[in-house]
């Protein structure tokens, strides 16, 4: 139990919303994120926390055991639940339900005062196939998370015209493979200012509550909070037992969605597809886009990864700089890859990556800085999981820069 914690005394300055999907095998192992968050709370009195969690745990006395799933509702400040009420299990990939829970995170930030407000998805994800996972196995689209914060933002305005001007500052992905351009577009249209996430498989439960401690505490300095967000992430290590201590992640980074940035990174991205499209024409050109491609290893980089498809997804400024100083192709696709890969970094506020991740059999991701985008270099990776709901390209990022004239070159 928490005792003898010294709290911060201090007004709210962060409200934290932690929307978990624990109908399935993560349950029991991403329940951790809210005695973290209980934790947290308890030291520093700034951070309040508004919850669902969809489970099959449930207390017994002094024993966590488990049940029939049902979703829980309830409130963390200084240490305390408060307003606990549960009830039948909400399905948790619906869009509503989402736009329902960041309407109630955001009245709860004005209740409390708080100056900023993030939201904290917790469950399996899929790159730009999405997340949440739906319960026949698909996944929520990335479109529909990002639609449903944005319809959630309007909600909250309409019921409360006096905090209109209140949205969601950030989002942190505690999902796996959820740093990707095309979802740091897609939540910067609905508004979100910042995306905390990893661009591979992260190791359950995964981000730390905790972070929520270095947000409240660098709420006027943008780059030290990422700092100490990708810090506390890639520092954390989880109890293996006689495997020794695992991190969460093997990278990790905190994205500016500011509207600006993602359009001259969407102008720039665009640009190169088209020209390279062009350029493909000469054989000896294409030969060298797909020889590129393919010396940039995509993700899923652990030992009998070959069965799940987002190794097309290749960290964006490793391949764009791969481009740039490829001497083979002309000074246009050169200067438009340096410039795409600009842009791109221009996103990345702060960044951490393993040169050789244990868990994953030592895997290298020293290239693995920034979101990776969608480069499928076969035909069977464009969309391999399309049979079962979940696209990667069937997102407005990928029709807007012109992402399918790249794959037509690399596939």
């Not at 509503?96 to 829970?101: D, I, Q, T």
């Not at 709420?219 to 037992?241: E, F, H, Q």
């Not at 940035?261 to 640009?271: H, P």
Request: with cysteine.
């Amino acid at each position: 139990m928490l005792q003898n914690v010294a709290v911060t005394p201090s007004r709210r300055s962060l409200e934290f919303g932690i929307y978990r999907d624990g109908d399935n095998n993560l349950d029991r192992i991403q329940a951790s994120t809210l005695s973290q968050a209980l934790q947290t709370s308890a030291r520093d009195s700034r951070i309040a926390f508004t919850v669902e969690d969809t489970t099959r745990l449930r207390s017994d006395g002094d024993e966590i055991v488990s049940g029939a799933l049902h979703t829980e509702r309830y409130t963390i400040a200084d240490g305390e639940v408060g307003d606990a009420s549960s009830g039948p299990a909400h399905d948790m990939s619906d869009k509503s339900n989402l736009a329902r829970f960041v309407s109630r995170t955001l009245d709860d930030a004005q209740a409390n005062g708080a100056k900023q407000t993030w939201i904290d998805l917790v469950d399996h994800g899929g790159g730009d196939g999405g997340g949440l996972e739906t319960r026949d196995g698909s996944c929520m689209s990335m479109p529909d998370i990002a639609k449903a914060i944005a319809d959630g933002i309007a909600q909250h305005a309409a019921a409360h015209p006096d905090d209109a001007q209140r949205g969601v500052d950030g989002v942190v992905a505690n999902q796996c493979l959820m740093d990707t351009m095309g979802f740091a577009d897609a939540l910067s249209h609905a508004g979100v200012r910042y995306l905390a996430a990893s661009p591979e498989t992260m190791l359950a439960p995964g981000v730390p509550s905790g972070v929520a401690h270095a947000i409240a505490s660098h709420a006027n300095d943008s780059a030290a909070m990422a700092r100490a967000v990708t810090n506390g992430v890639m520092r954390t290590k989880y109890d293996a037992g006689d495997f020794g201590g695992f991190g969460p992640a093997a990278a990790f980074d905190v994205l500016d969605l500011d509207p600006a940035k993602i359009r001259q990174a969407e102008v720039a991205i665009k640009r190169l597809n088209d020209d390279v499209a062009s350029e493909a024409a000469r054989p000896s050109a294409r030969s060298a886009v797909r020889e590129d491609a393919r010396a940039i290893e995509g993700m899923v980089r652990f030992p009998h990864g070959n069965t799940l498809p987002w190794r097309a997804d290749r960290p964006a400024i490793a391949f764009y700089d791969t481009l740039a100083s490829d001497g083979r192709l002309d000074d246009r696709i050169r200067c438009d890859a340096a410039g795409a890969s600009s842009a791109v970094g221009n996103l990345v506020l702060a960044h951490r990556e393993s040169g050789g991740f244990a868990p994953f059999g030592g895997a290298d991701y020293s290239d693995a800085v920034g979101p990776t985008i969608h480069l499928p270099t076969s035909r069977k990776q464009v969309d391999p999981w399309a049979s079962a709901g979940v696209s990667e390209t069937d997102n407005a990022f990928y029709r807007k820069v012109d992402e399918g004239k790249m794959t037509a070159v690399l596939a």
